[in-house]
Protein backbone atom coordinates (compact mmCIF):
# COMPACT_ATOMS: atom_id res chain seq x y z
CA UNK A 1 0.00 0.00 0.00
CA UNK A 2 2.43 2.01 0.92
CA UNK A 3 4.67 1.34 -2.47
CA UNK A 4 1.37 2.09 -4.14
CA UNK A 5 1.05 5.47 -2.78
CA UNK A 6 4.69 6.67 -3.51
CA UNK A 7 4.43 5.85 -6.91
CA UNK A 8 1.08 7.81 -7.24
CA UNK A 9 3.12 10.93 -5.37
CA UNK A 10 5.68 10.53 -8.54
CA UNK A 11 2.87 10.64 -10.93
CA UNK A 12 1.01 13.38 -9.28
CA UNK A 13 4.59 15.54 -9.66
CA UNK A 14 4.93 14.03 -13.37
CA UNK A 15 2.58 16.55 -14.24
CA UNK A 16 2.86 19.21 -11.93
CA UNK A 17 4.56 21.00 -15.06
CA UNK A 18 1.62 20.65 -17.41
CA UNK A 19 -0.40 21.85 -14.64
CA UNK A 20 1.56 25.12 -14.53
CA UNK A 21 0.85 25.77 -18.16
CA UNK A 22 -3.16 25.13 -17.43
CA UNK A 23 -2.76 27.52 -14.51
CA UNK A 24 -3.45 30.74 -16.69
CA UNK A 25 -5.68 29.30 -18.96
CA UNK A 26 -8.13 27.25 -17.01
CA UNK A 27 -8.03 29.07 -13.38
CA UNK A 28 -10.03 26.04 -11.99
CA UNK A 29 -6.99 23.76 -12.45
CA UNK A 30 -5.26 22.95 -9.48
CA UNK A 31 -2.82 25.25 -7.89
CA UNK A 32 0.26 23.21 -6.76
CA UNK A 33 2.36 26.02 -6.41
CA UNK A 34 -0.51 26.71 -3.17
CA UNK A 35 -0.03 23.06 -2.22
CA UNK A 36 3.87 23.64 -1.32
CA UNK A 37 3.40 26.94 0.34
CA UNK A 38 0.67 24.81 2.61
CA UNK A 39 3.17 22.57 3.08
CA UNK A 40 5.77 25.71 3.83
CA UNK A 41 3.74 26.76 6.54
CA UNK A 42 3.74 22.78 8.47
CA UNK A 43 7.39 23.08 8.34
CA UNK A 44 7.45 26.55 9.87
CA UNK A 45 4.56 24.96 12.62
CA UNK A 46 7.36 22.06 13.57
CA UNK A 47 10.12 24.70 13.74
CA UNK A 48 8.31 26.91 15.95
CA UNK A 49 7.39 23.51 18.78
CA UNK A 50 10.98 22.20 17.64
CA UNK A 51 13.02 25.07 18.90
CA UNK A 52 10.30 25.92 21.00
CA UNK A 53 10.51 23.08 23.43
CA UNK A 54 14.20 21.82 22.68
CA UNK A 55 16.05 25.57 22.64
CA UNK A 56 13.90 28.12 23.24
CA UNK A 57 16.62 30.60 24.20
CA UNK A 58 17.89 30.28 20.80
CA UNK A 59 14.08 31.22 19.64
CA UNK A 60 14.13 34.23 21.80
CA UNK A 61 17.89 35.17 20.03
CA UNK A 62 16.53 34.57 16.66
CA UNK A 63 12.97 37.06 17.34
CA UNK A 64 14.91 40.04 16.65
CA UNK A 65 15.93 38.87 13.20
CA UNK A 66 14.05 38.00 10.02
CA UNK A 67 14.87 34.70 10.20
CA UNK A 68 12.42 34.39 13.32
CA UNK A 69 9.52 34.33 10.29
CA UNK A 70 10.68 30.48 9.96
CA UNK A 71 9.75 29.79 13.25
CA UNK A 72 6.58 32.01 13.92
CA UNK A 73 3.84 29.52 14.68
CA UNK A 74 1.13 31.85 14.86
CA UNK A 75 2.00 33.34 11.23
CA UNK A 76 1.76 29.94 9.38
CA UNK A 77 -1.04 29.53 11.32
CA UNK A 78 -2.58 32.76 9.58
CA UNK A 79 -0.87 31.97 6.10
CA UNK A 80 -2.94 28.40 6.53
CA UNK A 81 -6.52 30.14 7.13
CA UNK A 82 -5.75 33.16 4.43
CA UNK A 83 -4.89 29.87 1.92
CA UNK A 84 -8.11 27.78 3.05
CA UNK A 85 -10.00 30.93 2.44
CA UNK A 86 -8.42 31.39 -1.39
CA UNK A 87 -8.57 27.91 -2.19
CA UNK A 88 -11.73 26.84 -0.55
CA UNK A 89 -13.65 29.22 -2.64
CA UNK A 90 -11.58 29.44 -6.29
CA UNK A 91 -13.95 26.78 -7.81
CA UNK A 92 -17.02 27.85 -7.10
CA UNK A 93 -16.46 31.23 -7.69
CA UNK A 94 -15.42 30.57 -11.17
CA UNK A 95 -18.44 27.84 -11.51
CA UNK A 96 -20.90 30.97 -11.22
CA UNK A 97 -23.45 29.10 -9.00
CA UNK A 98 -24.61 29.90 -5.07
CA UNK A 99 -25.75 26.54 -5.16
CA UNK A 100 -21.53 25.58 -5.93
CA UNK A 101 -20.77 26.11 -2.72
CA UNK A 102 -23.72 23.64 -0.83
CA UNK A 103 -21.87 20.07 -1.22
CA UNK A 104 -17.78 21.73 -0.02
CA UNK A 105 -19.94 23.00 2.78
CA UNK A 106 -21.31 19.46 3.99
CA UNK A 107 -18.45 17.74 3.31
CA UNK A 108 -16.01 19.79 5.14
CA UNK A 109 -15.96 18.13 8.56
CA UNK A 110 -15.93 15.23 7.56
CA UNK A 111 -12.73 15.65 5.18
CA UNK A 112 -10.96 17.62 8.02
CA UNK A 113 -12.29 14.77 10.51
CA UNK A 114 -11.03 11.83 8.86
CA UNK A 115 -6.95 12.69 8.80
CA UNK A 116 -7.44 14.09 12.46
CA UNK A 117 -8.79 10.54 13.59
CA UNK A 118 -6.34 8.95 11.64
CA UNK A 119 -3.61 11.38 13.35
CA UNK A 120 -5.31 10.63 17.03
CA UNK A 121 -4.77 6.57 16.09
CA UNK A 122 -1.11 6.86 16.14
CA UNK A 123 -0.91 8.97 18.91
CA UNK A 124 -2.88 6.30 21.42
CA UNK A 125 -0.38 3.46 19.57
CA UNK A 126 2.47 5.55 20.80
CA UNK A 127 1.40 6.11 24.29
CA UNK A 128 0.35 2.32 24.59
CA UNK A 129 4.05 1.59 23.60
CA UNK A 130 5.45 3.71 26.00
CA UNK A 131 7.30 5.99 23.57
CA UNK A 132 5.56 9.45 25.51
CA UNK A 133 7.04 10.55 28.27
CA UNK A 134 6.01 10.37 31.73
CA UNK A 135 6.00 12.69 34.58
CA UNK A 136 8.57 10.43 36.64
CA UNK A 137 10.79 11.72 33.74
CA UNK A 138 11.00 15.06 36.30
CA UNK A 139 13.63 12.94 38.66
CA UNK A 140 15.98 11.59 36.05
CA UNK A 141 16.76 14.58 34.16
CA UNK A 142 18.88 18.17 35.44
CA UNK A 143 17.49 21.77 35.54
CA UNK A 144 19.12 22.43 32.41
CA UNK A 145 16.57 19.53 30.32
CA UNK A 146 14.50 21.45 27.89
CA UNK A 147 11.05 20.56 29.81
CA UNK A 148 9.43 21.09 26.30
CA UNK A 149 10.02 17.94 25.45
CA UNK A 150 8.20 16.30 28.32
CA UNK A 151 4.94 17.94 27.13
CA UNK A 152 4.09 14.52 26.10
CA UNK A 153 3.38 13.17 29.84
CA UNK A 154 0.19 15.92 30.32
CA UNK A 155 -1.21 14.49 26.80
CA UNK A 156 -2.97 11.15 28.39
CA UNK A 157 -3.06 10.12 24.80
CA UNK A 158 -3.55 6.33 25.98
CA UNK A 159 -7.27 7.16 26.95
CA UNK A 160 -8.83 5.69 23.22
CA UNK A 161 -12.20 6.94 24.03
CA UNK A 162 -11.29 10.50 24.93
CA UNK A 163 -8.71 10.76 22.39
CA UNK A 164 -11.23 9.02 19.86
CA UNK A 165 -13.83 11.91 20.86
CA UNK A 166 -11.67 14.94 20.66
CA UNK A 167 -10.37 13.80 17.27
CA UNK A 168 -14.46 13.56 15.69
CA UNK A 169 -16.10 16.71 18.00
CA UNK A 170 -14.31 17.98 20.10
CA UNK A 171 -11.90 19.48 18.71
CA UNK A 172 -13.97 21.01 15.97
CA UNK A 173 -16.61 21.91 18.39
CA UNK A 174 -15.17 22.97 21.29
CA UNK A 175 -11.87 23.61 19.94
CA UNK A 176 -10.42 20.94 22.41
CA UNK A 177 -6.84 20.18 22.12
CA UNK A 178 -5.65 17.92 25.36
CA UNK A 179 -4.27 15.25 23.93
CA UNK A 180 -2.64 17.03 21.11
CA UNK A 181 -2.34 20.56 21.06
CA UNK A 182 -1.84 21.88 17.60
CA UNK A 183 -5.68 20.53 16.86
CA UNK A 184 -7.04 23.69 18.76
CA UNK A 185 -6.81 25.43 14.96
CA UNK A 186 -9.57 22.72 13.92
CA UNK A 187 -12.36 24.60 15.24
CA UNK A 188 -11.25 27.52 13.89
CA UNK A 189 -10.51 26.30 10.44
CA UNK A 190 -14.25 24.28 10.66
CA UNK A 191 -15.56 28.26 11.29
CA UNK A 192 -13.59 30.06 9.05
CA UNK A 193 -14.02 27.40 5.86
CA UNK A 194 -18.20 27.76 6.43
CA UNK A 195 -17.66 31.56 6.71
CA UNK A 196 -16.07 31.27 3.69
CA UNK A 197 -18.84 29.27 1.10
CA UNK A 198 -21.21 31.53 2.92
CA UNK A 199 -19.43 34.64 1.60
CA UNK A 200 -18.57 32.74 -1.82
CA UNK A 201 -22.47 32.32 -1.96
CA UNK A 202 -22.96 36.09 -1.14
CA UNK A 203 -20.46 37.17 -3.93
CA UNK A 204 -22.22 34.91 -6.37
CA UNK A 205 -25.97 36.14 -5.73
CA UNK A 206 -27.81 37.72 -7.58
CA UNK A 207 -27.48 40.87 -5.93
CA UNK A 208 -26.14 43.97 -7.23
CA UNK A 209 -22.40 44.67 -6.57
CA UNK A 210 -22.67 47.25 -3.89
CA UNK A 211 -25.03 44.97 -1.97
CA UNK A 212 -23.02 42.00 -1.84
CA UNK A 213 -19.97 43.70 -0.82
CA UNK A 214 -22.25 45.37 1.92
CA UNK A 215 -23.45 42.02 2.85
CA UNK A 216 -19.83 40.49 2.52
CA UNK A 217 -18.73 42.99 5.17
CA UNK A 218 -21.40 42.52 7.28
CA UNK A 219 -21.40 38.62 7.56
CA UNK A 220 -17.59 39.29 8.56
CA UNK A 221 -18.46 41.64 10.90
CA UNK A 222 -21.02 39.14 12.61
CA UNK A 223 -18.57 36.15 12.28
CA UNK A 224 -16.19 38.18 14.20
CA UNK A 225 -18.91 38.72 16.97
CA UNK A 226 -20.52 35.57 17.47
CA UNK A 227 -17.17 33.64 17.90
CA UNK A 228 -14.64 34.88 21.35
CA UNK A 229 -11.16 34.83 19.63
CA UNK A 230 -12.60 35.00 16.74
CA UNK A 231 -9.57 36.60 15.25
CA UNK A 232 -8.36 33.69 13.90
CA UNK A 233 -11.32 33.90 11.23
CA UNK A 234 -9.40 37.43 9.92
CA UNK A 235 -7.68 35.71 7.18
CA UNK A 236 -10.16 33.56 5.90
CA UNK A 237 -12.74 36.54 3.94
CA UNK A 238 -8.80 38.02 3.04
CA UNK A 239 -8.29 34.95 0.88
CA UNK A 240 -12.37 34.35 -0.43
CA UNK A 241 -12.06 38.15 -1.66
CA UNK A 242 -8.40 37.52 -2.86
CA UNK A 243 -10.23 34.44 -4.94
CA UNK A 244 -12.70 36.95 -6.65
CA UNK A 245 -10.08 39.37 -7.43
CA UNK A 246 -8.18 36.55 -8.63
CA UNK A 247 -10.76 35.52 -10.98
CA UNK A 248 -12.30 38.22 -12.06
CA UNK A 249 -9.37 41.13 -12.37
CA UNK A 250 -6.01 40.04 -11.99
CA UNK A 251 -6.28 36.32 -13.36
CA UNK A 252 -3.19 37.35 -15.58
CA UNK A 253 -1.57 39.71 -13.69
CA UNK A 254 2.98 39.33 -13.42
CA UNK A 255 4.86 40.18 -11.05
CA UNK A 256 8.66 40.78 -11.64
CA UNK A 257 11.49 38.70 -9.90
CA UNK A 258 12.97 41.71 -8.12
CA UNK A 259 9.31 43.12 -7.12
CA UNK A 260 8.58 39.39 -5.82
CA UNK A 261 12.36 39.48 -3.50
CA UNK A 262 10.69 43.08 -2.42
CA UNK A 263 7.22 41.60 -1.15
CA UNK A 264 8.71 38.56 0.30
CA UNK A 265 11.58 40.50 2.09
CA UNK A 266 8.53 43.03 3.80
CA UNK A 267 6.27 40.28 4.11
CA UNK A 268 9.20 38.35 5.99
CA UNK A 269 9.56 40.84 8.42
CA UNK A 270 5.89 41.22 8.81
CA UNK A 271 5.59 37.98 10.21
CA UNK A 272 8.41 38.19 12.50
CA UNK A 273 5.52 39.91 14.48
CA UNK A 274 4.74 37.00 17.70
CA UNK A 275 1.79 39.20 19.42
CA UNK A 276 2.78 37.60 22.38
CA UNK A 277 6.31 38.45 23.11
CA UNK A 278 6.42 41.43 20.52
CA UNK A 279 10.01 42.17 19.61
CA UNK A 280 11.31 46.30 19.11
CA UNK A 281 9.83 46.23 16.00
CA UNK A 282 6.04 45.97 17.11
CA UNK A 283 6.58 47.58 20.41
CA UNK A 284 3.83 49.99 19.16
CA UNK A 285 1.20 47.65 18.99
CA UNK A 286 1.56 47.20 22.87
CA UNK A 287 -0.66 50.55 23.14
CA UNK A 288 -3.30 48.88 22.12
CA UNK A 289 -5.88 46.21 24.47
CA UNK A 290 -5.23 42.73 24.05
CA UNK A 291 -8.33 41.87 22.25
CA UNK A 292 -7.46 45.34 19.77
CA UNK A 293 -4.33 43.75 19.06
CA UNK A 294 -5.01 40.71 18.05
CA UNK A 295 -7.27 41.71 15.56
CA UNK A 296 -4.67 44.09 14.46
CA UNK A 297 -1.72 41.24 14.59
CA UNK A 298 -4.33 39.35 12.30
CA UNK A 299 -5.19 41.66 9.87
CA UNK A 300 -1.02 42.81 9.64
CA UNK A 301 -0.50 38.73 9.11
CA UNK A 302 -3.05 37.93 6.86
CA UNK A 303 -1.77 40.93 4.39
CA UNK A 304 1.90 39.47 4.85
CA UNK A 305 -0.12 36.02 3.94
CA UNK A 306 -1.69 37.32 1.13
CA UNK A 307 1.48 38.93 -0.21
CA UNK A 308 3.18 35.47 -0.32
CA UNK A 309 0.74 34.09 -2.37
CA UNK A 310 0.42 36.52 -5.00
CA UNK A 311 4.61 36.06 -5.57
CA UNK A 312 3.33 32.46 -5.61
CA UNK A 313 0.99 32.49 -8.04
CA UNK A 314 2.07 35.82 -10.48
CA UNK A 315 5.88 35.62 -10.60
CA UNK A 316 6.73 33.28 -12.84
CA UNK A 317 9.72 31.94 -11.11
CA UNK A 318 8.45 31.70 -7.67
CA UNK A 319 5.77 30.06 -9.11
CA UNK A 320 7.97 27.34 -10.94
CA UNK A 321 10.36 26.78 -8.02
CA UNK A 322 7.63 25.89 -6.42
CA UNK A 323 6.81 23.44 -8.46
CA UNK A 324 9.54 21.57 -8.34
CA UNK A 325 9.38 17.70 -6.50
CA UNK A 326 10.80 18.83 -3.35
CA UNK A 327 8.21 21.47 -2.40
CA UNK A 328 5.16 19.50 -3.80
CA UNK A 329 6.59 16.38 -1.74
CA UNK A 330 6.37 18.45 1.34
CA UNK A 331 2.91 19.83 0.22
CA UNK A 332 1.40 16.41 -0.29
CA UNK A 333 2.94 15.94 3.81
CA UNK A 334 1.55 19.31 4.91
CA UNK A 335 -1.47 18.37 6.42
CA UNK A 336 -0.31 14.83 8.30
CA UNK A 337 3.32 16.61 9.10
CA UNK A 338 0.89 19.40 11.08
CA UNK A 339 -0.88 16.60 12.55
CA UNK A 340 2.03 14.52 13.85
CA UNK A 341 4.83 16.28 14.37
CA UNK A 342 4.40 16.37 18.12
CA UNK A 343 4.42 13.24 18.24
CA UNK A 344 8.19 12.89 16.88
CA UNK A 345 9.16 15.82 19.16
CA UNK A 346 7.46 13.99 22.57
CA UNK A 347 8.91 10.60 21.81
CA UNK A 348 11.83 10.82 19.02
CA UNK A 349 13.15 14.00 20.42
CA UNK A 350 12.78 13.32 24.10
CA UNK A 351 14.27 9.95 24.20
CA UNK A 352 17.41 10.92 22.37
CA UNK A 353 17.78 14.07 25.06
CA UNK A 354 17.22 11.65 27.94
CA UNK A 355 19.81 9.24 26.57
CA UNK A 356 22.69 11.74 25.43
CA UNK A 357 22.28 14.42 27.22
CA UNK A 358 20.06 14.31 30.40
CA UNK A 359 21.45 17.99 31.38
CA UNK A 360 20.98 19.91 28.19
CA UNK A 361 21.49 19.43 24.58
CA UNK A 362 22.90 23.21 23.81
CA UNK A 363 22.25 25.26 20.59
CA UNK A 364 24.21 22.68 18.86
CA UNK A 365 23.21 19.58 20.13
CA UNK A 366 19.29 21.20 18.96
CA UNK A 367 20.62 21.93 15.61
CA UNK A 368 21.94 18.43 15.07
CA UNK A 369 18.55 16.73 16.07
CA UNK A 370 16.84 18.97 13.50
CA UNK A 371 17.10 16.63 10.45
CA UNK A 372 16.43 13.33 12.14
CA UNK A 373 13.73 14.89 14.20
CA UNK A 374 12.02 16.14 11.15
CA UNK A 375 13.17 12.88 8.93
CA UNK A 376 10.99 11.08 11.90
CA UNK A 377 7.75 13.18 11.21
CA UNK A 378 7.32 12.71 7.73
CA UNK A 379 8.19 9.14 8.67
CA UNK A 380 5.75 8.93 11.54
CA UNK A 381 3.08 11.06 9.11
CA UNK A 382 3.23 8.34 5.79
CA UNK A 383 0.40 6.47 7.38
CA UNK A 384 -1.85 9.50 7.75
CA UNK A 385 -0.51 10.78 4.31
CA UNK A 386 -2.02 7.45 2.50
CA UNK A 387 -5.01 7.99 4.36
CA UNK A 388 -5.78 11.57 3.56
CA UNK A 389 -5.24 11.04 -0.10
CA UNK A 390 -7.73 8.19 -0.08
CA UNK A 391 -9.88 9.57 1.95
CA UNK A 392 -9.49 13.17 0.12
CA UNK A 393 -10.28 11.00 -3.36
CA UNK A 394 -13.68 9.56 -1.51
CA UNK A 395 -14.64 12.95 -0.39
CA UNK A 396 -14.35 14.14 -3.60
CA UNK A 397 -16.30 11.22 -5.29
CA UNK A 398 -19.31 12.24 -2.96
CA UNK A 399 -19.01 15.99 -3.64
CA UNK A 400 -19.08 15.37 -7.61
CA UNK A 401 -22.55 13.16 -7.10
CA UNK A 402 -24.11 16.04 -4.56
CA UNK A 403 -22.80 18.75 -7.49
CA UNK A 404 -24.43 17.03 -10.40
CA UNK A 405 -27.70 19.30 -11.75
CA UNK A 406 -30.43 17.93 -10.27
CA UNK A 407 -32.60 16.81 -13.87
CA UNK A 408 -28.89 14.99 -14.34
CA UNK A 409 -29.02 12.98 -10.72
CA UNK A 410 -32.70 11.85 -11.68
CA UNK A 411 -32.51 10.75 -14.84
CA UNK A 412 -29.23 8.53 -13.88
CA UNK A 413 -31.71 7.41 -10.52
CA UNK A 414 -34.88 6.15 -13.55
CA UNK A 415 -32.28 4.28 -15.46
Not at 126 to 134: Q, T, W
Amino acid sequence: MVGWSLQQIVFDFSIVKSDARQSYSNPTARMTELDALRGIAALVVFNSHYFGALAPSFVNLLRFTPVFCLMNGGAAVMLFFVLSGFVLTVKPLQRGEASAVVAPTILRWPRLAGPVVASAALYIIAARLGALPDASWLDRVGSAFPRGVLWGRNLDAGQFWSVLKEATFGTFIYGAAHHNIVLWTMAWELRGSVQSFILAACLLSKLRSTAKFVLFFAITIMSFMIWHGSHWLVGFPIGVAAAYFHLHSQRNLRISLPIAGLILTIASIVMTWDVGQPNRLWRWATCFDWDVRFYVWALTESFAALSIISTAIYCNQIRDLLKIAPAQFLGVFSFPLYLTHLLSILSFGAWICLRYRPNGIGTFGVLLLYLPTLFTSLAISIPVMIFDRWWLRRIGDVSRRLSRPKDLRVKQLNQ
